[in-house]
T-cell receptor
Framework: DVKVTQSSRYLVKRTGEKVFLECVQD?????MFWYRQDPGLGLRLIYF???????EKGDIPEGYSVSREKKERFSLILESASTNQTSMYLC???????????FGPGTRLTVL | KQEVTQIPAALSVPEGENLVLNCSFT??????LQWFRQDPGKGLTSLLL?????REQTSGRLNASLDKSSGRSTLYIAASQPGDSATYLC??????????????FGKGTHLIIQP
């Protein structure tokens, strides 16, 4: 089975802190994705990566950056956390030929 | 811009009923469509993937159909059980060219199966 893991289930940070969310997949997938999920807005794509060191903006990239130094690992970075970034963050991975996406358990981030 | 709509937003039925969840999308030039299940506070579990060249996929008591020309997909759940209670999400790849791209999601159908 595909396994996507995220570094934390719950995280509490203060406004202005730099925040790192880590995602690791164990199935040699080329593609990795970061989404956020908010009540009433659903899931929205923040960034994705189709190869090591490659990244593409999603629908809501403002306030975020990403890093992919190794194929299995994709990091989401909040340079200066703000209260409107309080959300559930979900990581996913896929193979290019099917793009069937597999999700991690999510990180519930609260910014105070 | 692709938009995905799911109807109904919520559904409550007695155990044992067969039910249908609906998903519609505005741009018929999709690469594939994926159905997910999400339990409260958890991540998404992939249920079925339908490629654009396919019309349906089956897994156990689940059957998903795809009609690209009308921009619709349905998820059929047979003989529902309390353990099927969850939110069901439909999603399509944002672009039509395949390859790597993110998904555009509907807002989901919250399903409750009454014992």
């Amino acid at each position: 089975d595909v396994k996507v893991t995220q570094s934390s289930r719950y995280l509490v940070k203060r406004t202005g802190e730099k925040v790192f969310l880590e995602c690791v997949q164990d199935m040699d997938h080329e593609n990795m994705f970061w989404y956020r999920q908010d009540p009433g807005l659903g899931l929205r794509l923040i960034y994705f990566s189709y190869d090591v060191k490659m990244k593409e903006k999603g629908d809501i990239p403002e306030g975020y950056s990403v890093s992919r130094e190794k194929k299995e690992r994709f990091s989401l970075i909040l340079e200066s956390a703000s209260t409107n970034q309080t959300s559930m963050y979900l990581c996913a991975s896929s193979l290019t030929n099917t793009n069937e996406q597999f999700f991690g358990p999510g990180t519930r981030l609260t910014v105070l | 811009k692709q938009e995905v709509t799911q109807i109904p937003a919520a559904l409550s039925v007695p155990e044992g009923e067969n039910l249908v969840l609906n998903c519609s999308f505005t741009d018929s030039a999709i690469y594939n469509l994926q159905w997910f299940r999400q339990d409260p506070g958890k991540g998404l579990t992939s249920l079925l993937l339908i490629q654009s060249s396919q019309r349906e996929q089956t897994s156990g008591r689940l059957n998903a159909s795809l009609d690209k020309s009308s921009g619709r997909s349905t998820l059929y759940i047979a003989a529902s059980q309390p353990g099927d209670s969850a939110t069901y999400l439909c999603a399509v790849i944002r672009g039509s060219g395949g390859g790597a791209d993110g998904l555009t999601f509907g807002k989901g159908t919250h399903l409750i199966i009454q014992p």
